[in-house]
C-alpha cells in the first residue's frame, strides 16, 4: 500500500468489512510493527512515537478513566491544562452544556470507562481531547458509526469544525459523512482499489458506486 497525504488535505478511507481499513489506522498508531517500508513525514523517516506526537485520535469506542470529565478531556494534552481550556474545548465539541448541567460539572466522575455517559457523550469527550491537543493530524476511525442520526449530526459539525487547517484521516463507515473530504480511498483485501473524489468514483461506477447505492437503499 502506498499513501500520501498532503498537508491539509481531507481522506476518507471505505471499504467493506476485513478490507484493511482499521489495519491501515492501527499501524499508524503504532499497535502493528511494519515489516517492511516506512513511514516519512516531509521526505524523512519518522518513527510511530514521534507521530504520536502529531495526531489526535478519535476511536469508534471511546474509553475514558474512571476520573472526572476535566480529568478525561485534559489527559490530552502533556503538562498542566487550565480549567478554561478545557471548557474552550468542549464548547467547540458540543458538549459543555451537558456538562455544565451536570451537579458536579466539571468535577463529575463518568465511572469505569466512562459508564455514567452515553456513547455520544464519550465521543465528544474524545473530540474535545482533539481540540485541547491542537494537532496537525487528525484520525478518524469509523467514529460516527455506532450513533443515532441526531447525536451523529452534532459530532459531524464538531468534526467538521474541528477539522480546520489539518490533515484529516477519516475510515468512514456511513460515505455520507464524507461529502466534504478531498479524496476517498476505497479499500479491498488489503489493497486500495479505486481513489478520487465522490463523484468521481460514482462516476467509475465501481465498488464505492455499489457501496453508495447500497447505503442509499438501506442495506447496510
Known sequence: INICVAKNEKIGIVGKSGSGKSTLIKILLGFYE???????????????????????????????????????????????VSLDEVKQAAQKAYISEFIDSLPNGYDTMVGERGVKLSLGQRQRIAIARAFLKKSDLLILDEATSSLDSRTESYVQESFEKLWGEKSVIAIAHRLSTLNNVDRIIVMSKGRIVEQGTKDELLALNGQFADLWNHQRKGMI
Open 34 to 80: 511494519l515489516d517492511e517500508g516506512e513511514l516519512l513525514l516531509d521526505g524523512v523517516h519518522i518513527d510511530t512515537d514521534e507521530l504520536s506526537q502529531l495526531y489526535a485520535y478519535v476511536p469508534q469506542d471511546t474509553t475514558l478513566f474512571q476520573e472526572s470529565i476535566y480529568y478525561n478531556i485534559a489527559y490530552a494534552r502533556k503538562g498542566e
